[in-house]
């Protein structure tokens, strides 16, 4: 499939009240391969071609882009098309929209070949993991209705907000830190993670009597579980990073183990409840869908084939009429969040404000004129700073980003 990219004139946007609405009387467009052109209207645009567009999820249904098969939006590969420009060092404040366009027209051909070809997927779905989904076939959910409010709550939990005791920093600029995608992915699905069926619930009268007794039988266990808690007191060391219902949907009650053992360390808990899987858990199969070679690591394709493989494995699957999470869908989740939390905590340490954590990365914020020194303290924390970043705090020794365009 031919894929290409559109970036439409921001400075030709509407604005109402808090409100923007995309203009798409102008713009640049290109297709992989060729050099990208100035359109005057979207309807210049070939219609055998699939368009990744610069337009948020918002302004892509304000402008009722969402009826045409052929437009995406910005997010259509999980990275959106400003986190892709400015990893890759061709942020427009540096370089001209036309050549963004096209490089991005490149990166977005590239994945959709290497998805095609070895992977059988083929693009439909208005985001790309849902396809990858499909083509991996990823299990449908046999979660029990009664259960699947438990397991939706981290599921749906794909982000960690953090709250600040002191705002001084709300005005700060942000700088996403992007742990490698290929290696998050791997070391996310290559942990076993619980199967649907088949869970046992203790309730809290049946649970040993104090803390300790209950720590000690879930440090025990052997299977995967769900605790039902009340978390307070989080250790100030850590208060202001480490947060269970952050940036979710709703109100957390239920923590899977591995938020568990986290919240054990830094916080006090309150047990309500158990429930425990009665069987064996085992990584999901699509491991094996991930991008292999010394080398992969390297290429940005690899890189965004890797990110629709491991989230495809989180999104709702099932019949139309009620799709559902996966179980695998919470502990992947949860595996992610506390992975970034680590992360999150060490620079945090550092002296750095965190804004958020999850889906790979860590933002942090800085100050006017802190960027240099921010960069200079991330350095060491196997964190990836965008190309775009280096530029702007005058480091010339990077000028072709730090992927590999393969």
């Known amino acids: ?26 713009g640049w467009a290109s297709v992989a391969g060729e050099g990208a052109k100035r359109i005057s209207m979207v309807q210049e645009l070939p219609s ?39 990893e890759l060092g061709v942020d427009p404040a540096h370089v001209s929209l036309d050549k963004v366009t096209r490089v991005l027209a490149t990166v977005a051909q590239r994945v959709i070949d290497y998805a095609e070809t070895r992977l059988g997927v083929y693009p439909r779905s208005k985001t790309l993991n849902e396809d990858f989904a499909l083509a991996m076939k990823a299990p449908a959910s046999h979660v029990p209705e009664d259960m699947h409010d438990v397991l939706r709550e981290s599921a749906e939990h794909a982000y960690v907000r953090t709250l600040q005791s002191n705002t001084h920093m709300n005005g700060g600029k942000p700088l996403t830190l992007r742990r490698n995608r290929l290696l998050h992915a791997r070391d996310l699905l290559s942990r076993p993670v619980p199967q649907d069926v088949r869970w046992e619930h203790i309730p809290a009268a049946a649970l040993p009597r104090g803390e300790g007794a ?9 299977s995967a579980f ?3 808690a009340e978390v307070s007191n989080v250790n100030p060391h850590v208060a202001e990073v480490f947060s269970i219902g952050g940036g979710a949907r ?26 425990i899987s009665c069987e064996p858990s085992i990584a999901v199969p699509q491991r094996h869908c991930l991008p292999t070679g010394d080398y992969a690591p390297l290429s940005i394709t690899c890189s965004l084939v890797a990110e629709q ?27 992610d969040r ?17 804004w958020g954590y999850g889906g790979g990365n860590v933002v942090v914020q800085y100050p006017e004129g802190g960027l240099k020194h921010t ?5 060491d924390t196997g964190l990836l700073a965008p190309a775009s970043k280096l530029l702007e705090a005058g480091r010339p020794q990077v000028t072709e980003g730090v992927y590999g365009t393969a």
């Not at 209950?214 to 052997?222: A, F, K, P, V, Y």
């Not at 009650?253 to 830094?266: C, Q």
């Not at 495809?312 to 999470?325: F, H, L, S």
Request: net charge neutral; hydrophobic share 45%.
């Open 309 to 335: 493989v491991w989230t495809a494995m989180t999104i709702k699957r099932g019949g139309r009429d009620e799709p559902r999470y996966t179980a695998a869908a919470a502990w992947i989740r949860a595996f």
């Open 375 to 379: 960069l200079d303290l991330v350095t």
């Open 48 to 86: 055998d071609t699939l368009w990744i567009t610069n337009l948020t999820e918002t302004q892509f249904f304000g402008a009722k882009l969402h009826a045409h098969p052929n437009f995406r939006s910005e997010a259509y590969m999980r990275s959106t098309l400003r986190h892709l420009y400015s």
């Open 1 to 26: 499939m031919r894929i290409g990219v559109v970036c439409f004139d921001s400075a030709t946007n509407l604005s109402v009240g808090d409100k923007t609405f995309a203009s798409l009387d102008s």
């Open 338 to 354: 506390m992975a970034m939390f680590d992360y999150a905590q060490r620079l945090y340490a550092l002296g750095l404000s965190i």
């Open 226 to 228: 769900l605790v039902d």
């Open 214 to 222: 209950i720590e000690r039988m879930l440090d025990q266990s052997e």
């Open 250 to 275: 709703s109100i957390r009650r239920w923590l899977t183990d591995v938020e568990w053992r986290m919240a054990r360390e830094w916080a006090d808990i309150r047990y309500n409840g158990v429930l």
